[in-house]
């Protein structure tokens, strides 16, 4: 009967306790929780400061606003000068700008020209991603996930 009376009171307290911690959220956690989203920023891109890897940002948005464009079959922005400063953009770690590194630049630049000249705007568009992901696959595999997302599947 004792067991019985303390199982009872254990689950009616532990019934109040998830309704009460359910129904009420202190301010303080409201403001822990801001502060985290705030700080997070930094800890998404951990090179902020390099200028290859600010560069790289924008391109990946740029990226984004030709394939946009591409599959909604209308014009978009000439983004070749700007993406030409990865071969003079400071990098992070001065030891990624290796011959690879540039060769494999010089090849995602002539992949971009097609995008602007060829007929077939998807399938240069994808051999553009595909040149940034063998660089990134040797150099700097962090973004490759981010990468892939901007191909076109037809």
């Known amino acids: 009967m ?5 199982l ?4 009616i307290l532990f019934i109040s306790t998830i309704f009460y911690n359910c129904t009420r ?19 998404r891109y951990p090179n ?12 990946d948005v740029d990226a984004n606003k030709i394939r946009e464009a591409i599959l909604n ?5 000439d983004f070749r000068a700007k993406f030409a400063k990865i071969h003079s953009a400071n ?27 060829a007929d077939d705007k998807i399938a240069s568009f994808n051999l553009m991603v595909n040149d940034c992901l063998n660089c990134h ?7 490759t996930v981010r990468i892939k997302k901007l191909t076109i599947v037809k």
């Open 137 to 143: 696959k040797t150099t700097c595999p962090g973004p």
């Open 91 to 117: 990098p992070t770690d001065a030891g990624t700008k290796t011959k690879a590194f540039e060769a494999m630049a010089s090849n995602f630049l002539t992949s971009l020209d097609k995008v602007y000249t």
């Open 73 to 77: 079959g209308k014009n978009f922005d």
């Open 48 to 59: 902020q400061d390099s200028e290859l890897a600010i560069l790289m940002r924008e391109m």
């Open 25 to 43: 959220q202190p301010l303080s956690t409201v403001s822990a929780v801001s502060e985290t989203v705030s700080t997070a920023e930094p800890e």
């Open 2 to 6: 004792k067991n019985n009376r303390r």
């Open 8 to 11: 009872w009171f254990t689950l």
